[in-house]
């Protein structure tokens, strides 16, 4: 359904579309690494260590 | 969706679902579908990120740390290891390595030099436990925060505890899982161990006292006399907290030690440094 819509909605002939998709793909997973994931992780209790409620 | 090749099926529930109101129900199945295989894939990505990722940043932060205080006093390999048994072979040659001379040596935390609390995120020290490794060395920051010091730098200092050397608590944390795990093998730790500090212009060579597991609220371990908040410390002593068990927030790991002795730096190295656990 949105996988489809974005395919749809992309311009240009298949292989650009393709590169498009790639590269959307990065942008994705580079911004979960660098930002979302970090301070996902942060909130969570599961990685602290120190004592006295930091 | 194997259904029995009936003719005609879509006759046989004709009144129930019209076309419409199915490809309605389809559309809806779909993309709720498609939004949990999103959420699987982004969840497997968050694992992988903090069990491996996380790893390879924080130890490529970690070593720059390391690389940018000029005066960390560079790990060497011992001469005493050629007489080990693992060797294979011919035995390694023997590393020539000096050592501190005794008459440098202070067995009291009286006249040791105390440098001030730097900065938050400022590198100050660094940590050589030998029961990890005679090649284990690894930066020491100011603050506990996770985002700007543990999960970056590794072992973070407890602001407003004591520094290295002074009488008092010299508490550090650090992650005991991902982020480059300072502190993965705490539970190794036996009494009498060498927990040494280096910095700029001493080297401070700690002997683990004990080790116990405590409920995150134990505040007492950074205590200025460990276990014991409120009493007037009279001692240089050093803890290490970490996360217990691993991958938990259930316990915490905490390690005690006292001051043997600190010497001045660029007369050798400490022999806890170069003799085998």
């Known amino acids: ?54 | 969706m194997a259904v029995e090749p009936v003719p005609n099926i879509n006759v046989a529930k004709p009144a129930r679902s019209t076309p419409q109101s199915r490809r309605v129900l389809d559309a809806i199945l779909g993309l709720v579908g498609e939004i949990l295989i999103t959420a699987g894939l982004v969840l497997g990505l968050y694992v992988a990120w903090q069990l491996f990722y996380t790893d390879v940043l924080s130890g490529r932060t970690q070593s720059d740390a390391l690389d940018k205080i000029t005066w960390a006093e560079p790990v060497r390999v011992p001469a005493i290891t050629a007489g080990g048994t693992t060797g294979v072979g011919a035995p390694e040659p023997s590393v020539e390595v000096a050592l501190i001379p005794e008459d440098l040596k202070v067995y009291s935390p009286a006249g040791a030099p105390v440098i001030a609390e730097p900065a938050e995120a400022t590198t100050f020290a660094t940590l050589h436990v030998p029961r990890w490794g005679t090649d284990y060395v690894k930066p020491v920051s100011e603050g506990t925060d996770r985002d700007r010091v543990l999960d970056k730098l590794g072992i973070g200092h407890y602001t407003g505890t004591a520094m290295p050397g002074a009488v008092g608590n010299f508490a550090i944390a650090g992650h005991r899982t991902t982020y480059g795990k300072p502190f993965s093998d705490i539970n190794t730790l036996q009494k009498g161990d060498s927990l040494v500090v280096q910095t700029e212009s001493a080297w401070y060579v700690y002997t683990v006292t004990g080790s116990t597991i405590e409920t995150p609220e134990y505040i007492a371990a950074i205590a200025p006399v460990p276990g014991k908040p409120g009493e007037v410390p009279t001692a240089a002593s050093i803890t290490l907290t970490t996360c217990h068990p691993k991958f938990s927030a259930e316990k915490r790991f905490i390690v005690w030690g006292e001051l043997k002795y600190w010497a001045p730096t660029g007369s050798g190295y400490p022999s806890e440094l170069v003799e085998q656990p």
């Open chain 1, 1 to 54: 359904m949105i996988y489809p819509w974005i395919w749809r909605h992309l311009p240009g002939p298949r292989w650009a579309r393709a590169i498009t998709v790639a590269l959307l793909l990065a942008i994705v997973v580079l911004s979960l690494f660098e930002w979302v994931f970090p301070w996902v992780s942060a909130q969570l209790p599961y990685q602290d260590q120190t004592v006295g409620g930091q």
